[in-house]
């Protein structure tokens, strides 16, 4: 089960935060700056994932942003890390060439997207054209 | 005038422009003022925005709990914008302690209901994240019933809220229990997948659904085969495999199915076999797939040659390029490694090249593999492996090295071939403690429990090193200083009197007759480093630091202090000796090791040492060395006495000794006076 999925810069910035079991809210800042902190120090050698606490921390990191997933240990770590890679390939697509900038102006497009991939901590879509359908749907209407 | 509000680019463009933290904070605290005006006689229409707004500071964690009611109206409003921004805040905001939440419930009711897909995918969406168990309760029929609804697209969402749903209220299992048959005939891929996430949850919660769903494995094993040989279907794709989420997915049910169940893995047999072998490993979606693979038929009943398979599968791995893979591997393999040790000991050469992982999470597992694996006919070549890891490994993994050798070698009655080895271990222990001292304290609980092995000469030296430990800290790096070469040589004897002089010297030994070979051993090893004086080792900072190292030993808490040796008796030649030694670690234990030499003309034959201790003790004696003390000083007899003593009783011991000497048959009963405090407190 996915407990929690983040995109952060490098610089500490929290760009997006979905909590699938609850956090407080004090302690999400201090959890997302110890991911962070995790994630910095690994070098280009270290494994991409990273046992932190209770849970395993699989990360990703795309230019200046750094995608973690925290998982409990049932969950198979690769095809996690593959399921970042797709989340960014999605985003690419409906951003056209994605870059922070865009989640960040359009974080709630991002959280649709998000939602429409994982419920519950649970991945439910993983088909690019099936997960974008409802949204190109709501920006046509909108226009 | 009311100024305008920014709007949400503007607003994170003002966030951004700032240049501190305090900067921040003042936008931040402006805009939210702005925000609560609007909310309280703001335009409806704008509300979302509003909201928006204030979710996008509740993200970098300032207070946003007055948005909380905004939520709530938001929802209940009939446009789409307003709905989704709506139940977004809900989720981000709301939490079961609030009562807030409660309130939504009926809005959900209304929105599931009401046939508009993308207002049921919403409200669905919330419920599965902020869903209490009373919530849960309330609309669990509402969810049952969308279920088995035509469109694929509330029917994927509705099947992972049926996933909450369980978790929150297990009792309602028996509702979502009857449909999941009917999901699994699902072509749509989010609609299988969900069902397979529900069937597992189902299964792990409840031994009577597991039952149930055995009836399913033929099912599953005919979509899995469906996926893996339709080869390319462009429409789940990843990197050529046919949604690997849902095979991983799948996998996993099965293993929870198969296990412990002989006809279901009958079952899963040919399936995983044609996975396991046909699944394109050049790329991760196909690796992550393989793995999946490997986990299940190592769980289940698979057969041998099924499960060899998966070990070597796990081999290869460690030899892949990329360092997850073999992070995964190494953990899988120490899974499997009590099971199926012989298939695994095939990949040991690989598993002790991955000692030399730059990436210390790799490098501890590969050692905790590494120490798994040694068994009587690789202990030689795997010690010296580990041995030569010890030099080079990182500080923190150096305990476990060393202890992890020594125990390791122990269970292998490694020592009996190779006397000399335990000095070797005992050394490169040492020396690793001399760069180290914290890991001091169980180095030396792991030579204390050489002192009670039965060979003698492992027990001598247990005793010496411990009593080195302990005594002679201040001068370990004097002792291990590079000696002057002398010549090799020596006898047996020279042993006795080795140990004796190494308790007595003061600074650096110079030896002052031909060196027992041992002692040159010890001091072989250090080619290259001598304690103090040479430039330190790559990990440890400080290089004169030596002595400071020594003297700067961390206080282990049950530090025993040195107990002095104590003469016992002594008749015509025989004398005996007792050494003491209190394990840090067992207080109630001490150890006791009697030696009786002979310095007098004729050997003592049929020697036997009987103890006795008052009642609150537990006294083991072990099989002494030999009943033969030989004259002139000659190999002494030794013997370990191991005393419990729980309730720190004062310590009397008696002993008896019987013995033939000089052509008469002699006993002796003494106790034992003044014995030290050291021994019982």
Known sequence: MIKFFLMVNKQGQTRLSKYYEHVEINKRTLLETEVIKSCLSRSNEQCSFIEFKDFKLIYRQYAAL???????????????????????EVLDEYFSRVSELDIMFNLDKVHIILDEMVLNGCIVETNRARILAPLLILDKMSE | MVVPSLKLQDLIEEIRG????????????????????????GDPLHRHRQLAKLLYVHMLGYPAHFGQMECLKLITSPRFTDKRVGYLGAMLLLDERQDAHLLITN?????????????????????STVGSAEMCRDLATEVEKLLLQPGPYVRKKAVLTAVHIIRKVPELSNIFLPPCAQLLHERHHGVLLGTITLITELCERSPAALKHFRKVVPQLVQI???????????????SGVSDPFLQVQILRLLRILGRNHEESSET???????????TDTSRNAGNAVLFETVLTIMDIRSVAGLRVLAVNILGRFLLNSDKNIRYVALTSLLRVVQSDHSAVQRHRPTVVECLREPDASLSRRALELSLAL??????????QELQSFLESCPPDLRADCASGILLAAESNHWYKWQPGALENMGTSCWRGAVRKPSPFSRIRQVVSVYGSCLDVELQQRAVEYNALFQKYDHMRAAILEKMPLVE??????EEAKESKEAQHSEAALVPTEPQASKLLDLLDLLDGTSGAAQPPPPLEPSSEGTSVHLLDLPCVSSAPASIPNLKVFEREGLQLNLSFVRPPGTPALLLIMVTAINTSEADVTHFVCQAAVPKSFQLQLQAPSGDTVPAQGGLPVTQLLRILNPKKAPLRLKLRLTYNHFGQSVQEIFEVNNLPVETWQ
Do not use: P
């Open chain 2, 268 to 278: 899963m047999n040919d399936l995983l076999a044609q996975v396991a072998t046909n």
């Open chain 2, 107 to 127: 809005s959900i009711k209304n929105d599931l209901s009401q046939g508009i897909q993308a207002v049921q995918g919403l409200a669905l969406c919330t419920l």
């Open chain 2, 374 to 383: 040694v068994n009587s006919s690789n202990v030689r070549a795997m010690t």
């Open chain 1, 66 to 88: 750094f995608i973690v997933v925290g998982v409990n240990d049932t969950e198979n770590e690769m095809a996690i890390y593959e399921f970042i890679h797709n989340f960014v």
């Open chain 2, 18 to 41: 700032a240049k501190t933290q305090a900067q921040e904070r003042e936008v931040i605290q402006k805009e939210c003022a702005h925000i609560r005006a609007s909310f309280r006689d």
């Open chain 2, 224 to 238: 899995l085969w469906t996926l893996v040989t339709t080869g390319y279907s462009t429409e789940h794709s990843i």
């Open chain 2, 488 to 493: 090799r040589g020596g006898t047996q004897d």
